[in-house]
């Protein structure tokens, strides 16, 4: 196999599948030549931004098993070419991903691809799921909530954290038991505080100190309420 890109989501992709001892070369520049006489893979897995991949698949002859890795695109991005998708539901920074135990969104363009994207997947310990191409912007989005939003989110309760003095490490604690408590108890028996509660009088109180403090945040906060009310009425069998 030959990752061509070299960013975050390649060179972890590259080391973790060198880890399960499958022949890896690259990861490669998003701009090489396609990798040089001396590599000849017999999948390439192109690693590279959404809008490039049908530029990058039409770099490599018909014939060429390719394969992408993003979460919104489609297998048309692969051109002519038979090959498949495969996405790591987890998040890739910079110091990498341990993609063990992870959901794997699939999809092929015949059986066969799809039968090496399950395989490869459980030999990186993912657990492959077959996603429809019609389903595919509904998957991506839920993950973007689950994961981008979920840190822009956390990004706004610790600036109002810190103009009380309050260092982003003590809310970790929270994060994680309120994390914990949807994946086990589900988003209704997990859900508390004075939405849940219906106290208005502190929502009130709460929404002068975000006015106050950081005046930029009061759009999301105003949204996050009616979500969370609407979400606390499902609780109680309340129509919404």
Do not use: K
Not at 99 to 106: C, D, E, L, P, Y
Request: charged share 20%; glycine share 10%; proline share 6%.
């Amino acid at each position: 196999m030959a990752v061509l890109g070299a960013g975050r989501l390649g060179t972890a992709l590259a080391g973790a599948l060198r880890a399960a001892a499958v022949a890896v070369a690259g990861p490669y520049g998003r701009d090489s030549d396609p990798f040089g006489d001396d590599v000849a893979p017999d999948v390439v897995l192109l690693c590279v931004p959404d809008a490039e991949i049908l530029r990058a698949s039409a770099q490599f002859p018909d014939g060429q098993l390719l394969a992408h890795c993003s979460g919104a695109a489609g297998l048309d991005r692969l051109g002519s070419h038979e090959g498949f998708s495969l996405h790591p539901l987890t998040a890739v920074t910079r110091t990498g991903a341990d993609f063990r135990g992870v959901g794997a969104a699939i999809d092929a363009t015949t059986p066969a691809a799809l039968e090496l994207a399950r395989g490869l997947a459980r030999a990186l310990g993912m657990i492959p799921i077959r996603i429809d191409p019609a389903d595919r912007a509904a998957y991506h989005a839920a993950a973007s909530i689950a994961s981008n939003f979920l840190v822009t989110l956390e990004a706004a309760a610790e600036q109002l954290a810190d103009s009380a003095g309050l260092r982003r490490e003590l809310l970790a604690p929270l994060v994680r038991a309120t994390v914990e408590n949807w994946l086990t108890l589900g988003p209704e028996q997990a859900l508390t505080g004075p939405v849940a509660r219906g106290d208005h009088a502190t929502v009130a109180h709460q929404r002068e100190a975000v006015a106050q403090r950081a005046p930029e945040l009061l759009g999301l906060f105003d949204a996050l309420v009616v979500s969370t009310d609407r979400l606390a009425a499902r609780v109680h069998g309340v129509p919404a």
